[in-house]
Each structure stands twice: as C-alpha cells, then as structure tokens.
C-alpha cells in the first residue's frame, strides 16, 4: 500500500524559504519519476517539479530559478527547497509519482503573506 506523507508547510514572508518533504512508504522514490504539485486557492492542482530516475530535474516556468526538487534514497524521501518565495506560491503541495498514479496524501499548507 502506498503511502505519501507531505511536511515542512507553513507559514511565511514574502522572500523567505521553506523545505518541504515528501516521505514515501510502498514506493521505491528512486525507481520512480517523482514529483511536487501544488494546488492553490480556487486553482486547480498544477506539477512544480519532477526528477528523474537519473537526478535529471524540470520545473514550472513559475518557480524556475527558486525552487529545487531533489530526493534521499537513503530515506526514501523527496525534497522540495523553495527559496524566494512569493504570495502566489501559496497553496497546498503535494507529492506523487510523475503521472499522479499513486493516492494523494493530505499536502502541506504553505502560505506566503506579502
């Protein structure tokens, strides 16, 4: 059973940074493309970003240059560094497999106040 448990949301200013993460039970995050998504008020769930199995990464033009994907193995964990942040990244994030194939967890609120 799969499991996707998301963590690190909160509350924060414009400019400031958050480290989300995204800890995965009855999936192997190395063996899989993962991803972040988010889903923002009134908005519909939008993908961030996504590695690949060979650490390749690809990002929304919209956190290009200030947000970074990166995944434990160790821990079977992915990663979401989100620096600079704006008020329009708020909204709740999720994680899941490139092609959302895998039950939603609960996501993680992240609000950014201006």
């Known amino acids: 059973q799969v499991q996707l448990v998301e963590s690190g949301g909160g509350l924060v200013q414009a400019g400031g940074s958050l480290r989300l993460s995204c800890a995965a039970s009855g999936i192997t995050v190395s063996s899989n493309l993962m991803a972040w998504y988010r889903q923002g008020p009134g908005k519909q769930r939008e993908l961030v970003a996504w590695i690949s199995i060979n650490d390749n990464t690809n990002y929304a033009d919209s956190v290009k240059g200030r947000f970074t994907i990166s995944r434990d193995n160790t821990k079977n964990t992915v990663h979401l560094q989100m620096n600079s942040l704006k008020p329009e990244d708020t909204a709740v994030y999720y994680c899941?497999?490139?092609?959302?194939?895998?039950?939603w967890g609960q996501g993680t609120q992240v609000t950014v106040s201006s």
């Open positions: 899941n497999d490139l092609f959302a194939r895998r039950p």
